[in-house]
């Protein structure tokens, strides 16, 4: 091959290689813009429902926000990542969303911090709303950061335990654990081998079983995630040592992490009518409130329970907590329709009327305190139980962070090394963790 | 001094700004898209940028983090090697062996043209999916086959020890774009030199090592190169195998962690999109896709350089 030839083989070998990158690497800022909120005007909402009913039901909501405004149209989007988000709130252009929802709560500290989403405080201070009054008071924290608010809640979640009523029976088991060395004497009770798997599980402990992650464990220990100095805490915090020796145990009690593990890969999608708990493969639950609905319109062979998720034995007075997130509703500080955007976001959440229809309507609970008093607001005992979790002065959501909670996945991280015995050295490990979610938090502050 | 007749000198000018006229769509293309984009990626790697906030001036500290403090560029960049090693060379291997195999049958080689060509166009999240699906431990046909056989059955995708013989598996169900090129070559290849080469008593392995491979020897370099460039982007099908694999395929509110199991199928591009656009960390994110360039480079610049003791005088 003659030289000129190599060469322009090498620049061409280059130039796909970083082309593909660089433009990663680029982007833009925008400030954000004044209009006149009684201008007629189209609003973009972005929003990650993406499921028929939830997409009917947020749709009529928008209906009849248009027919209190009519001025103000709205084009809704559908079944929106957080990972299209993100770009579309840098990217900007004539189709970026005005107003934006999110299920991530996680990520409200990163949208807080780097102004991607405009600040609601002046808009909240003209309509006089006052957040912490009219809304749940760990729902106004998850939508704030660091005092600065950039997301109101949209309805919430609330995380508690569901159990197999048939299987309880069979095991005779007359009601739901409360402590956690109750809930493993029932999880042993209800589990059933099969060869090397399982006919029914009492439980599915290991990380990354949907819902047993790592934060959801944490809520029912009270885990300080943080010192007062805003360093990592979790070495010396007694809680997560225990937190990880109890799933551990749990782990180890019910058959071990390569059993349980693939067992685990074998069950159907969380979102699909074949969930291990619809089948019966799995006799107990962690989940959201919206479970009690997919089970019901899963039709199943077998009446089900729900009670809040069980705590460790010396927290027996705090049983009924639960762990809290839920969708935040913000607007793109990009955006030019900021004051119309603005009358829509009030009104999906904080409008009473808006806020039950839609909770009742995508079980969801509700995220204003108007709402949870409401008489319509659904009384099915199932979905009862969620609500009064959401109510629980010690239910929590975890910190809000600068990296859209990088932490939580680090601390997850060191949980499945634990479980699958890869980390034989808890304490150390927990150093490591401190570690490192001090640095990651450094490089992003 | 020396002069220059001005009939001469407008002369060269002319050749000169015609010269620039017909490279100026490439100049204009490679301003564009590589010494632009280079640049700016060098520019905001010494800046801490988010996307909205302009970007200010932080020294080498993304640099310090990616190398020191990011727990996955080492495990993402030991990955990916691995994979332009193992990925590369068994691709190319197979693709060969494919390619020889189809060329030398006398019957059914269109059947098994088809069936090594038709897994390669299936879309490559449809394609992880289904090999995820094959290879479920728990419920997996593969492994079914392996208990009914009495033979160990691996944990794959879900094992941190087999997640990458996994994708290479996966990468080598695919070969049908390279068996094509290879089969197309060996066509290529004229018969009198297996001939003369009969006639002087060589035996298979002599024909194929002194005949075939320097008469194909360029396509083999085209392979790897395109190869080893393929996988330093490798991006989709890891994260398809870890999300599909781990379970966490995009809950209400959950996040996931690339990698799993324990990081193995973490690759470098992954982590570009980690911190670029997941932690909106666009300083760190240009430091690794530097990195990724400089190792491109090298590879390339090193294959081009062998290719000498690789090729004919005539390539």
């Known amino acids: ?379 099915d005992p199932l979905y009862r139980t969620f609500v009064d979790i959401a109510q629980h002065p010690k239910s929590a959501h975890a910190p809000s962070s600068v990296n859209g909670g990088a932490f939580l996945l680090t601390a997850q991280d060191l949980g499945v090394k634990y479980e699958a015995g890869r980390e034989k050295d808890l304490a150390g490990g927990l150093k490591k963790t401190d570690t490192q979610v001090d640095k990651d938090n450094e490089q992003a502050g | 001094m020396s002069t220059v007749h001005p009939g001469l000198r407008a002369k060269r000018r002319k050749a000169n700004l015609r010269t620039l006229g017909f490279l100026s769509p490439w100049l204009i293309g490679f301003s564009v898209f590589f010494a632009y984009p280079l640049i700016s990626t060098v520019y905001f790697s010494f800046m801490k940028y988010d996307g909205f906030a302009p970007p200010t001036w932080v020294g080498l500290k993304n640099w310090t983090y990616v190398f020191s403090d990011y727990p996955f560029f080492w495990p993402a960049l030991r990955n990916t090697l691995w994979l332009v090693l193992v990925m590369v060379s068994l691709r190319v291997l197979f693709g060969l062996g494919i390619g020889l195999l189809i060329t030398k049958i006398k019957t059914g080689a269109g059947l098994f043209r088809t069936f090594f060509y038709l897994p390669y166009l299936a879309p490559p999240v449809a394609a992880t999916m289904s090999f995820v699906f094959l290879l479920n431990p728990g419920t997996g046909p593969a492994n079914t086959v392996l208990n009914a056989l009495g033979l160990p059955e691996p944990g794959w995708f879900t094992d941190p020890s087999w997640s990458k013989p996994s994708l290479t598996l996966l990468a080598l169900w695919g070969i049908g774009d390279l068996m094509v090129i290879f089969m197309a070559a060996l066509l290529d290849v004229p018969k009198e030199q297996y001939e003369a080469a009969e006639l002087d008593g060589a035996g298979p392995w002599h024909r194929f090592r002194f005949v075939t491979l320097p008469n194909i020897s360029p396509i083999v370099l085209f392979a790897v190169i395109t190869g080893v460039i393929a996988t330093m982007q490798y991006y989709t099908e890891p994260l398809v195998a870890a999300k599909v694999a781990s379970g966490v395929i995009g809950g209400s509110g959950q996040q996931f962690e690339p990698g799993y199991p324990d990081r193995t199928t973490l690759t470098v591009p992954q982590i570009v999109y980690n911190l670029g656009f997941q932690r909106f960390d666009t300083g760190a994110a240009c430091v690794v896709a530097l990195v990724l360039f400089a190792l491109a480079m090298t590879f390339t610049a090193v294959l081009m350089r062998r290719r000498s003791g690789f090729m004919t005088a005539e390539d």
């Open chain 1, 1 to 379: 091959m003659p030289r000129i030839r190599r060469n322009t083989a090498v620049a061409l070998a280059a130039t796909a290689a970083i082309s593909l990158f660089a433009p990663a690497c680029t982007g833009s800022t925008e400030s954000g813009a004044t209009d006149d909120p009684n201008a007629g005007t189209t609003l973009t909402f972005w929003h990650g429902w993406s499921a028929p009913g939830e997409v009917k039901a947020i749709e009529a909501n928008i209906e009849a926000f248009e027919d209190a405004f009519p001025h103000i149209k709205v084009n809704v989007v559908k079944g929106i990542t957080d990972d299209k988000l993100n770009q579309a709130l840098r990217a900007g252009g004539s189709k970026a969303p005005d107003v934006v929802s999110s299920f991530t709560t996680d990520n409200v500290g990163r949208f807080c911090t780097t102004n991607a989403l405009a600040d609601l405080k002046p808009f909240l201070e003209k309509s006089k709303i006052d957040p912490v009054k009219t809304f749940l008071p760990p729902m106004a924290k998850y939508t704030e950061h660091e005092g600065r608010r950039c997301t109101v809640p949209l309805l919430g979640d609330a995380y508690g335990l569901y159990y197999n009523k048939k299987a309880f029976a069979e095991a005779g088991i007359t009601a739901p654990p409360k402590t956690l060395s109750e809930f493993d004497k029932a999880a042993e009770k209800l589990t059933k081998t099969q060869g090397d798997s399982y006919r029914q599980l009492g439980f599915m402990p290991n990380f990354q079983g949907y819902e047993t992650t790592f934060e959801h464990y944490a809520s029912q220990f009270g885990v300080q995630y943080f010192d007062g100095s805003g360093k990592s805490n979790l070495a010396s915090d007694p809680a997560a040592t225990k937190l990880f020796t109890w799933q551990k145990s749990l782990v180890d009690k019910l058959g071990g992490y390569k059993k349980l593990e693939k067992f685990r890969t074998g069950l159907g999608d969380e979102w699909g009518p074949r969930h291990p708990f619809h089948t019966g493969q799995v006799a107990m639950q962690l989940d959201g409130e919206w479970r009690g609905k997919m089970a019901g319109d899963a039709k199943l062979g077998f009446e089900i329970g729900a009670a809040p998720f069980p705590v460790p034995d010396d927290q027996v007075a705090d049983y009924g907590k639960g762990y809290l997130s839920g969708t935040v509703l913000g607007i793109a500080r990009i955006s030019k329709k900021q004051n119309a955007a603005w009358e829509l976001v009030k009104y999906l959440s904080t409008d009473t009327g808006a806020v039950v229809s839609f909770a009742n309507a995508i079980h969801n609970v509700p995220s204003t305190v108007e709402a949870l008093k409401s008489p319509k607001l659904n009384n």
